[in-house]
Every structure is written in structure tokens, then in C-alpha cells.
């Protein structure tokens, strides 16, 4: 199922939620809402499913207005942050319920509805647990179970609020995948929130950045990475250097720091270099090496300008020995926007 | 020393325990063992036989089937009133929350005489709806309606009280879960909020049906203390004490304390099965 978002304005009492937001979603999609946090991911969310009304603008599902219809009536899976699973019902029968609230002849028979429970439950991996009451399960396995529970109903869409917010690190992984290959297998259009970006861009087909309620940029993972089109957005995803100066003249200069500026209109500027970005480079400017460390295949190295302005370089293990004292080093690329 | 090291950092000192609880416990007993226990001891002074028999009479009985139709009538009341209550409460958001809250703590703040006197005044020979009952014929004040109204009115508060903590700190994700699920309302409700509050709710109707039992003031003034009629337990203990017959006056006294014992092994017995439920309500 396609759903747009039109112009959607959403007010907390006198604080902006959301404001003018537009978003396509293509049918089968699988997009991520990265922001920082306070930014409107959940709220924004919360519109698409229903659980929140907008102030004005339009939410369409398959072209169909749905801006006022009760989340009841909408047929989205929703994961909450937090899992929301009824305590006091079984694994199978939180699964169930969706099913089970079915009214007349929309109502499965009981096998009908222990056969998808069962499903489901491989689905996510988790056979047998059936019978455990939520609080006998592990943080990734009451996850698991809200995307089952979610899935239950054969939502049209798909909404998962920082699915593995509160898992650790080796579990956010494994869930990842998982979410990835439920997503290819059922083909449900997906829309999950994070504030993670290295999730955001692992995971999705494409991401929607959000700053202060309103989209920065949407685009797939390497466009949002490396063609970013807002300040925002460049400091935002992915590791940058940020430097504070001038632009005149084609050219950003900040200290001994001289970038191409094209198409940048004169005065102050913010220019962002990815670590990987600076290079050795002769002719470039004197950093003076603090730490160079290698990590796996790659060695981070904190440097400093010669005005103090603390630098990180990312280089390939290979180099590690060749940053020692001080170095010259120059950016090949670097993303200049006017302040 | 190495007794002192294993003491934790609030921990004080065994002299300051023992005085502390010795205070409590011996506080306690003088308010609250010591009366309970005179009142089986003045009971049973003619022996138990009489005791018995001034339970066994008609009065007396019929004393404890009011009491038992009033709890009856007003608990299950307050307990379906109160649950409603703290969903629309805890759960919604609506102008005037604020003072409905208010509302509802009202019977606490006022003298149950006060709430008497308020049904004498509205449904009273003299009240307002006075002539419109007489002529229909209909007895509120100095029948069982009045005494039923009276003590729905003092009981008002308990369940929702207790479950309005409850039901805030759950918050509202489970009910949005079920509604982004499909299910309606009432669906909703039933499934998903009822069952998350039931110990609490148990608790709240516990404590209801003791005050309900127990209630005095507000019934001694509809009641009208018509013997074998309208008099309920608490009344009659007054009543036959006040006729100087000691051993009745305690032995109805003493079946009242045990209704209030039973209550209150309930209620702990809840306690130690969902230790979650322990009392929040504010009062
Ligand atoms: N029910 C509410 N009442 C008042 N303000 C709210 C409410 N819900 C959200 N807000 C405000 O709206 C803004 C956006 O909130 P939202 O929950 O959408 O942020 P978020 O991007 O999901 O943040 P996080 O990553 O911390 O979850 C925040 O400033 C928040 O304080
Ligand atoms: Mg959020």
C-alpha cells in the first residue's frame, strides 16, 4: 500500500510537532524516520496509524483519505518503543488477539487463528514460547513477539517506534536482520523510527531525516550519506569533521583549511569533512597526530590543527604507521553550506 | 567491627529500632488490641451461650440482613461507578477532569451527618421532592432506599481511588495497542484495562464493603432507628447500649468486628498473592 503524507501541521499546545511534513511511501517499501530525539519521529508515527490526529494537512493510504479514520479501522501494524504486550495474556494469545476481537464472519475459526499463531510465532523464531507470559521472556523476545502480534492482523502497513531502542547491542543486530527478512517475506510496507543512523541506513530502502518537526532530506541510504543537502542532515548522518568559517571566492577557509567552495554564496559557512575524506596529502596542512589507533580494518586518528581545532582522520590499517608527529593532510571532499 | 560494616547506610542503630517499633507496637496495642479485645471479653462475659442468643433474635437478624442488602446494593455500585470513573479519568482527556476529581473525593472531606442530612434535606418530609414523595408514596428517608443512598454516598471513593494511581502509572499504550489491533472500546476495556486492574479493583471493594459495613453517622441520620426495619448493624450495637443491655450491644458488636476481620484477612491474603496492589489510594 502507497501512503502520503500531504502539508501535515501537528501542534502539542503551543509547541510545533510537526510542521508542513510531505512524504511519499511506495508500496512495499521498507523506509526509516531517522531524527534526534524531540525531532516528531513518534509523533509523526503515531499520525500514520491513527493514534494521533494532525492539525491540518492529509494522511492517504492507497490514495484514500485517512486523515480522521480511528486507528481501529486502518488495519496498521504497530510495534510500540516500549512493546506494550498484555501482561496478563500468554505469548499465543497476544498474538491472537487482533484475530480473536474479529467480529461475525471477519472472524477466524479457533484453528484458523492457532495456525496462525503458530506461523507467526517461526516466523520470528520463537516456537514453543507460546505459553510463557510476556514477563518470562527475554527484552529481544517480547520484541519479537510485538512484530508477530503486529503482524497477526495482515496490516497493510507496518510501524515499528525504535524497535530495538532498548536492546543491546548484539541483539539490535541479530533483530535487524530479522526485521529485514520478515519485511522481504511478507512484503508489508514498513515504516520504523530510530534515532540510530547506522540502523537507518543498514536497514531501510530509504530514509527520511527529521529536524524540529519538519523533513531535511529523503533519500536512499548513499544519498542521505553522501550527498546530504542540508547542514543538518550532513552533521547528522554519518561521522563529520565540522569546521566554522569564512566563503569567498570559490573557496571556504577556515584557519589553514582551505576547501572548494563552488556555488557557496559569500560569508560565513559551515564546511563538514568525513573522516575517511582527509588524505595525506603534501600539500595540504600540518595536523599534529594525538592518537592513532586501529580498529579492525581501519585506524582512527585524532589529530589537532595548528589552532587547536581537534581533527579525526580515518584511514586504512595499512597507513596506521604513517601518522606519527606531523603530518600534512588535505580533504578530497567536503560538503560547504552557507550559514 | 565487622558487625558494623555489614550495616547498610540507612540502617540505624539497634537501640534506635527497638524504641521505634517498641513505640508502634505498644501504641498499637493500647488503641487498637486492647478495645478489640474488650469487646469479645464484655461479649462473652455472661458466657457464650448468651452471646449467642442475643445475636439469635429477631432484631438482631435483622439488623445483619440489612446491613448484608446495603453492602449488597451499594458496594458493587461503587465498584462498577468507580471503575468507570478512573478509566475516563486516568485513560481520556476532558475538560473538567480536574473537578470531577474534586468530586469524588468529596464524601472524604465531608462529615458523613453532613451527607445524612444533605438526603434528609433533598428527599425529607420537608425536603425539596417531600411533597412529590408523599404523594406518590414513596419512603426514601427512614426506609432502606435512604439508608442504601446514605452509604453508597460515604463509599463513594474507595474503588475509584485506588484505581486511579493504577490505571496512570499503567498508561495508555496496551489500550492503544488493541485499538491499533482493531478491537473497539468496550472491547478494549474488557480485555485489555479490566483484567490489567483486578487485583487493584479487588482491593478498592474490599475496603469499600468495610466502610459500607461499618458506616455509622451518615445512616444514624435517614435511618430513623426503627427496630427490625431499618436499623443496621452498627445502629443496633448503639441502641441496645444505650438500653444498658451490655452483653447484646458487644455481641453484635463483636459479629461486626468479625465481618471486619474477615475483610481484613482478604485484603492481606491479596497483599501476599499480588504484592503489587498494596493500598495507594489517597486518604
Ligand atoms: N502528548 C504530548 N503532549 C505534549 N507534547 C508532546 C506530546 N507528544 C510529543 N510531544 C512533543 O512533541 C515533540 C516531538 O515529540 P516526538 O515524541 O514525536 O519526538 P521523537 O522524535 O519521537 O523523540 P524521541 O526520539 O525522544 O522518541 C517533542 O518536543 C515532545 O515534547
Ligand atoms: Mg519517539
Redesign the interface.
Known sequence: MTISIRSVDKQFGRYPALSKVDLEIADGELLALLGPSGSGKTTLLRTI???EFPDAGQVLFDGEDVTFA?????????V?Q?Y?????MTVAKNIA??LD??KGKDKPSKAEIAQRVEDLLKLVELDGLGKRYPSQLSGGQRQRVALS??L??QPSVLLLDEPFGALDATVRKSLRKELRRVHDATGVTTIFVTHDQEEALELADRVAILNKGSIEQIGTPDQVHDQPETAFVCGFVGEANCFEGQVGGGEFKAGALRLPAGGVRDGSATAYVRPHDFVLDDGGFAVRVDRAHVQGALTTVNATAADGRPIEISASRAEAPRFQGTVKIAARKAHVYAA | MAAASHRRATEDPLWAKVLVIGTVMAFLALVLILPLAAVFAEALRKGLDAALLAINNADALAAVKLTLITAAIAVPFNAAFGLCASWAIAKHDFKGKPLLITLIDLPFSVSPVVAGLIYVLIFGLQGWFGDYLVDNDIKIIFAVPGIVLATVFVTFPFVARELIPLMQEQGTAEEEAAVSMGASGLTTFWRVTAPNVRWGLMYGVLLCNARAMGEFGAVSVVSGHIRGLTNTMPLHVEILYNEYDFVGAFAVAALLCLLAVVTLVLKTALEIVQPGVRGRGGH
Open positions: 496509524a491513527g493514534l480511528s486507528a481501529a479501522d486502518r488495519r496498521v501494524g504497530f510500540f516500549q506494550a504486550l498484555f501482561k496478563h488477539f487482533g476481537v474479529r502480534r503486529a497477526a492482523v
